[in-house]
């Protein structure tokens, strides 16, 4: 099976000199199609960092990297992988439907489906009746599930996940998680989420490990 995503020796640093901070260390792993991953450590940990690797976000002072499952640089074809941020990310001039529809548009989907698939994804999450709202009128908990509807709209391959349940309550934390999870299986797509939340963590099917910018992919190495 071609791997989404595969790194060799991948790091991240920050800085030089005294200031200089590792984020990343030798980072080794692949990602499987239909995979899910829990990415487990503590704040500051490099959790985020790694996540932003994947996606094509962030350049890496060193190592490999590569996109075999997916055709190449995902930045190309910025529909293939779905991130959720674990900041703020939703634009603050746009409607939650525009919102979730922007990524769409500009991919070149055509307007009446961008739509279409926008509102449908937000029905997924019990947030049809914010489409006219603008983000300064949702709780932080509203827009962290607005942002995650806008990556299920895009049909990805591979979803990248920080914190996706960081501000909510559990219960709401549960319907997201399930609604994206069979989202996944529905487009056969794999899973990468970053939580410090063990009940989370349990949900998926491997758990690796992340210190001081060092990840261990080994289970044994979580006990």
């Given at each position: 099976m071609t791997p989404l995503f595969r790194c060799e020796d991948l790091s991240r640093t920050y800085g030089s000199g005294r200031n200089t901070?590792?984020?990343?260390?030798?980072?080794?792993?692949?990602?499987?199609?239909?995979?899910?991953?829990?990415?487990?450590?503590p704040s500051g940990s490099g959790k985020s960092t790694?996540?932003?690797l994947m996606a094509g976000l962030e350049q890496p002072t060193s190592g490999e990297r590569s996109w075999p499952g997916?055709?190449?640089?995902?930045?190309t074809s910025p529909w293939l992988i779905g991130v959720v941020f674990q900041a703020p990310s939703l634009l603050?001039?746009?409607?939650?439907?525009e919102n979730v529809e922007l990524p769409l548009l500009l991919a070149g989907t055509d307007r009446a489906e961008?739509?279409?698939?926008?509102?449908?994804?937000?029905?997924?999450?019990?947030?049809?009746?914010?489409?006219?709202?603008?983000?300064?009128?949702?709780?932080g908990g509203?827009?962290?599930?607005?942002?995650?509807?806008?990556?299920?709209?895009?049909?990805?391959?591979?979803?990248?996940?920080d914190e996706p349940t960081g501000q909510?309550?559990?219960?709401?934390?549960?319907?997201?998680?399930?609604?994206?999870?069979?989202?996944?299986?529905?487009l056969g797509a794999a899973v990468v989420i970053s939580t410090h939340d063990p009940a989370?963590?349990?949900?998926?099917?491997?758990?690796?490990?992340?210190?001081d910018g060092r990840l261990s992919t080994s289970e044994g190495a979580l006990r």
């Open positions: 901070v590792v984020a990343v260390h030798g980072a080794r792993c692949e990602i499987l199609p239909g995979t899910r991953t829990a990415l487990i450590g790694l996540l932003h997916l055709g190449g640089d995902p930045t603050l001039p746009l409607d939650v439907v961008a739509r279409e698939r926008a509102v449908a994804a937000l029905d997924s999450l019990d947030l049809g009746d914010l489409g006219p709202k603008l983000p300064e009128e949702l709780s509203q827009a962290q599930r607005v942002a995650v509807a806008r990556v299920l709209a895009g049909r990805p391959r591979l979803i990248l996940a909510l309550d559990h219960e709401t934390g549960a319907h997201v998680l399930d609604v994206m999870l069979h989202a996944a299986d529905r989370v963590a349990a949900l998926l099917d491997t758990r690796w490990a992340v210190a």
